[in-house]
């Protein structure tokens, strides 16, 4: 989990990597609640209490309010927090459609269970909004450096925590990619899958080159499911009015 005060954007670089890190590490109450609920979370603020340990805001978002409900007790239950409190919850649209039912979430815990400041420490500067879901982080980030010094922090990284980090995307250090993250941060993984699906096989090209028979069958879901995610992916990512939490 995140244990910086702020998102800090590089701009301006002449030179570096931006990458996107899917992680994994010990002791984490976030991947462990992600792992065992069908729910995510977004990372908005931490910072560090008079008594050393880190208060963080989160927004926790999942298909229903009853499974919310399972991943706060998750949270407040686990050993690896101290208190958790809840802001209050949130529906997007007319109607409770999977995904649009969120919680803000204040919640303190311990910073040796933070992968953070190892991060920081080693130069990968946090870049967008932290997505956690299904037991993974994913750290938009920037580092100062070529491909092959960033291979050598990582595996640096890697020994001092145990932990597992791979990279999901890399992006030219340039190329503005903040808009693009916090865009699909609005989304669910479902929502996400299929929206990243219906892409990749071009079902928005004309003439289409998939159907929405072929997409649901891909995905193992009703025909009525995939529009559904479809249809509230699309509506979050073009609305730039609406918040996720």
């Known amino acids: 989990m995140s244990s910086t005060s702020s998102t800090t954007t590089t701009t301006g670089a002449a030179e570096g990597t931006r990458l996107t890190l899917e992680i994994w590490h ?3 109450w976030g991947l462990q609640a992600t792992e065992a609920v069908d729910a995510g979370l977004l990372v908005h603020t931490v910072h560090r ?33 101290y208190s958790t409190v809840e802001l209050g919850q949130r529906t997007t649209g007319t109607a409770p459609n999977p995904g649009n039912v969120t919680r803000e979430l204040f919640v303190e815990y311990d910073p040796e269970h933070s992968i953070s400041d190892t991060l920081v420490s080693h130069g ?3 870049d967008a909004s932290v997505r956690v879901e299904g037991g ?15 291979r050598d922090r990582l595996d640096t990284i890697r020994a001092e925590t145990d932990a597992e980090i791979s990279i999901s995307r890399v992006t ?23 929206f ?36 509230t992916a699309e509506a979050k990512l073009l609305n730039p009015d609406e918040s996720p939490d």
Request: charged residues 30%; negative net charge; aromatic residues 10%.
């Open 124 to 126: 990968f500067i946090h």
């Open 172 to 194: 030219p250090a340039g190329a503005d990619s903040t808009e693009r993250f916090d865009r699909t941060d609005r989304l669910t993984p479902r929502q996400r899958d299929a």
């Open 49 to 81: 209490t008079r008594d050393e340990t880190v208060e963080g805001h989160f927004t926790v978002y999942a298909d229903t309010t009853a499974r919310l409900d399972e991943f706060v007790a998750f949270v407040d239950d686990s050993p690896l927090t």
């Open 26 to 28: 010990p002791d984490c």
């Open 196 to 231: 990243e699906l219906a892409c990749e096989r071009n079902y928005y090209a004309w003439p289409r080159e998939t159907s929405t028979h072929e997409l649901a069958a891909e995905l193992d879901v009703s025909k009525t499911t995939l529009l559904e995610h479809l249809r």
């Open 136 to 150: 993974a982080e994913h750290w938009p980030v920037f580092v100062a450096d070529g491909r092959a010094e960033v």
